[in-house]
């Protein structure tokens, strides 16, 4: 009994990253008025609450990096020129000193994955991420083509109830029949239980390649691609592309690899331009490139009052009411919000996180390349469940890195032997 309650303990980390990878793909957002909460954040900051409470050497011990810490720096400028920037009370903006806690929460969460993915069956893991990724996708072929109720019956009204809906609107019941008509049309474009085609089309298209990098099998690459062009999350696809074609050949330094994904991008390009026509999504790509694409237009004129406004603002962020009912942009929300300053100092944290997560450059560089391009969009680090999603990132190159070390020195030794 006491060996089987030490195996179990044991097992428990591989059980909490589990669980908390599976409420990011499945658990529905719940909302307190306007603020979205994640059941998996509390998961992991009760679990990481209990390591400061019990383990008073965890610093020590595990030779935990301060560089989290450091995001202390990022809650408390936000606190501090929140009030100077405020003459009265009633024109702060609330939310976006309630958003400053995130920053909080990102150091517990970064210290609790940084404990547990040292201490996963990294077997398992991918197991659950495989389970995870392929019932997602079934999820999103059912919703394209309308099978099982996905696009028009039972399942397509539970998902619209239960997660599109409050996951990315918040709306009002009047609206519901609108947004049904529009960003809920699954035959366009299907949104599995993200809530929003792009977020889906980026958050599988991440979970596809980290499982390709360190599991080594091509066909999580290949069922990426579908993804995106299933959801047709435009953003997602100029990043897959940019990536894999620009800068995994520039990191390994090789000029026939560079060529080579020239070709194979050139022999791709036109099979993927008739799966947009089939899938229907060709008059959603030419109103992007005319510029008629509402999102488009919109982003043009929050960037030109972005620009157009105090030099003291673009710097150190503008913490009154916000100009906009929505920016479409992360990287323009934060700058507006809390300045180009901050907003520099974000990324070279979370830089030197992945850092000191892997010795691998182009995980790290693949999870912080992908932060960017979803902050052009939804905004990475303000949107809770992509937020997770990157923490679950870290945790889980944390993971692969130590088995890789792990299987590294087993070969060195029977090499000896």
């Given at each position: 009994m006491i060996y089987s309650i030490h195996k179990s303990l044991n097992n428990l980390p591989t059980i909490i990253i589990s669980l908390y990878a599976v409420f990011i793909f499945y658990m529905p957002t719940i909302r307190l008025g306007n603020i979205p909460i994640r059941l998996e954040d509390f998961l992991l900051l009760l679990i990481g609450a209990l390591f400061f409470i019990k383990k008073k050497s965890f610093f020590t011990r595990y030779k935990v990096p301060l560089y989290p810490s450091l995001f202390l720096l990022l809650f408390f400028w936000i606190l501090y020129f929140s009030l100077i920037s405020s003459n009265?009370?009633?024109?702060?903006?609330?939310?976006?000193?309630?958003?400053?806690?995130?920053?909080?929460?990102?150091?517990?969460?970064?210290?609790?994955?940084?404990?547990?993915?040292?201490?996963?069956?990294?077997?398992?893991?991918?197991?659950?991420?495989?389970?995870?990724?392929?019932?997602?996708?079934?999820?999103?072929?059912?919703?394209?083509?309308?099978?099982?109720?996905?696009?028009?019956?039972?399942?397509?009204?539970?998902?619209v109830n239960n997660y599109s809906v409050p996951n990315v609107y918040s709306t009002s019941a009047n609206d519901l029949?609108?947004?049904?008509s529009t960003h809920m049309n699954f035959s366009f474009r299907?949104?599995?239980?993200?809530?929003?085609?792009?977020?889906?089309?980026?958050?599988?298209?991440?979970?596809?390649?980290?499982?390709?990098?360190?599991?080594?099998?091509?066909?999580?690459?290949?069922?990426?691609?579908?993804?995106?062009?299933m959801a047709f999350s435009k953003i997602a696809i100029l990043f897959a592309l940019i990536f894999e074609f620009i800068i995994m050949p520039f990191l390994h330094g090789k000029r026939i690899i560079f060529l080579k994904s020239i070709l194979i991008l050139l022999f791709i390009l036109p099979i993927g331009f008739y799966l947009i026509e089939v899938l229907g999504l060709l008059n959603n790509l030419n109103s992007t490139l005319s510029g008629d694409n509402r999102g488009i237009t919109h982003r043009i004129i929050v960037f030109s009052h972005l620009i157009n406004q105090?030099?003291?603002?673009?710097?150190?962020?503008?913490?009154?009411?916000?100009?906009?009912?929505?920016?479409?942009?992360?990287?323009m929300l934060n700058i507006y919000r809390y300045g180009l300053i901050f907003y520099i100092l974000q990324y070279i944290l979370f830089y030197l996180l992945l850092v000191n997560a892997t010795s691998n450059k182009i995980n790290r560089i693949f999870i912080l390349s992908a932060m960017l391009f979803a902050d052009f969009t939804f905004g990475s680090i303000l949107y809770p469940q992509f937020a997770?999603?990157?923490?679950?990132?870290?945790?889980?190159?944390?993971?692969?890195?130590?088995?890789y070390s792990n299987t590294k020195e087993k070969n060195k030794d029977d090499k000896k032997k």
């Open positions: 009265f009370i009633d024109s702060l903006n609330f939310k976006t000193v309630i958003i400053s806690f995130n920053y909080l929460k990102y150091v517990l969460l970064f210290f609790t994955v940084y404990f547990l993915a040292r201490k996963v069956n990294i077997k398992f893991i991918t197991k659950v991420l495989v389970f995870i990724f392929i019932t997602q996708l079934l999820i999103l072929i059912f919703q394209k083509f309308d099978m099982f109720g996905f696009g028009s019956g039972f399942f397509y009204n539970f998902i029949e609108q947004l049904k299907p949104v599995g239980t993200i809530g929003s085609a792009t977020r889906v089309g980026m958050i599988m298209y991440i979970l596809s390649f980290i499982l390709y990098l360190n599991v080594k099998k091509p066909i999580f690459r290949l069922l990426g691609w579908v993804s995106l062009l105090d030099i003291f603002n673009m710097f150190f962020g503008n913490y009154g009411k916000l100009p906009f009912d929505y920016f479409d942009s992360g990287i997770n999603l990157i923490i679950l990132s870290v945790a889980l190159i944390i993971a692969f890195d130590k088995e």
